[in-house]
């Protein structure tokens, strides 16, 4: 396993412990869930990100690791000449514009926002649901790019 991958697994492995206490606290249901949901949103959606940048430079197959990950396509080290990014980077940087990606990097409210639903007020706003599809969307790039790592 090269390590920008090993990096990734790990950041995904935080972020799913993460995501485990934060269902056991909202079923404890002893604190408001828009406090849970507050207090969780953030950290997670760093580890998923960190796992991210992680899997970028993995798919790049970039061995000189900086300190920290980068937060998009755009952020990564420019290849040796007469290398290409692979596919899997192209689709994350059309991702990263208008898909799934987007989504987890948009900035986290800090207060919920009430919208009406069938004439009830309903919360919305960061969701233990919405980080647990984007952890599943990031183990399935990471099969994805520990697949092309393989074949090559």
């Known amino acids: 396993m090269s390590h920008p991958l090993a990096y990734a697994n790990q950041s995904l492995y935080h972020a799913s412990i993460l995501l485990s206490g934060w ?6 249901g002893n604190v408001p869930e828009s406090q849970v949901n507050q207090a969780y949103a953030s950290p997670v959606q760093v580890r998923l990100l960190d796992g991210y940048g992680w899997l970028l430079l993995a798919a790049c197959r970039i061995r000189q690791l ?3 990950p980068p937060r998009s396509v755009s952020d990564l080290p420019p290849l040796p000449a007469g290398l290409v990014r692979p596919a899997e980077v192209e689709a994350c940087a059309q991702l990263e514009q208008s898909g799934w990606v987007a989504a987890l990097k948009a900035p986290i409210s800090n207060s ?8 009830l007020a309903v919360e919305t706003g ?3 649901e919405q980080f647990e599809d984007w952890a599943q969307q990031l183990a399935g790039l990471a099969e994805t790019i520990s697949d092309a790592i393989d074949e090559s």
């Open 112 to 119: 919920p926002v009430v919208r009406r639903s069938d004439s």
């Open 126 to 128: 960061a969701n233990l």
């Open 23 to 28: 269902r056991a606290e909202l079923e404890r």
């Open 66 to 68: 900086p300190d920290s």
